[in-house]
């Protein structure tokens, strides 16, 4: 497999991941606009209708609720743990770009690392609000994505240091974990999505 080809696959999963969790939370956000009546406070009944519980909408106990909860911190511990090792590494190599084997890496490889690293970090700021389905959501696509990305940049590594069988096989391993995303997702907006209570 050539280099550019290579790459070229790689950002063709990128772009597919981000567009399948994009398309994720677009649907529950449509669903909910959906569910609303017409009139003047469409819009309010439509954000308080997204901005339920995960456990109001499955219609759960108590007891339920707070495993979800504890999902979450959990997803919240990994996503910042994940963030900063993929930070202290992209930092590293960084560093070091002037010495070999660093100085094989591309931008492009270096950037991915960067970027995986930056929506770890960043995904628990902007989805703040524990309990709500939404940010249940949110994390998970930024925590999907941020590794994938991630992924996919040492994938790129291995295509910048040129090793033979190795370039395929991280190519065909990162096409899959798109692909795996993809199934995912698929499986959320035709099974789960319709039996939500908006």
Not at 29 to 37: D, G, I, M, P, S
Not at 54 to 65: D, F, K, Y
Not at 96 to 111: F, N, V, Y
């Amino acid at each position: 497999m050539t280099e550019h080809l290579g790459r070229a696959v790689l950002i063709a999963v990128l772009a597919l991941m981000v567009a399948a969790r994009a398309l994720w939370i677009s649907d529950y956000v449509r669903r909910c606009w959906k569910a609303t009546e017409g009139g003047e406070k469409r819009v309010q009944r439509a954000w308080s209708s997204v901005l339920r519980t995960s456990n109001q909408l499955q219609r759960g106990a108590p007891e339920r609720h707070q495993k979800l909860l504890e999902l979450e911190s959990r997803r919240l511990d990994t996503m910042l743990v994940g963030g900063a090792i993929g930070l202290a590494a992209w930092s590293q190599l960084f560093v070091s770009s002037r010495s070999a084997p660093a100085s094989q890496l591309s931008g492009l490889t270096l950037g991915l690392l960067f970027a995986g690293s930056f929506a770890l970090l960043c995904g628990p700021l902007l989805w703040r609000s524990e309990g709500l389905h939404l940010t249940m959501m949110g994390r998970t696509a930024t925590l999907h994505v941020g590794y994938g990305v991630i992924a996919v940049s040492l994938a790129s590594a291995v295509l910048d240091l040129d090793v033979p069988v190795g370039g395929f096989l991280t190519v065909c391993v990162a096409v899959l974990i798109g692909l795996r995303d993809v199934a995912e997702v698929r499986a959320w907006i035709k099974h789960v999505h319709p039996l939500l209570q908006y």
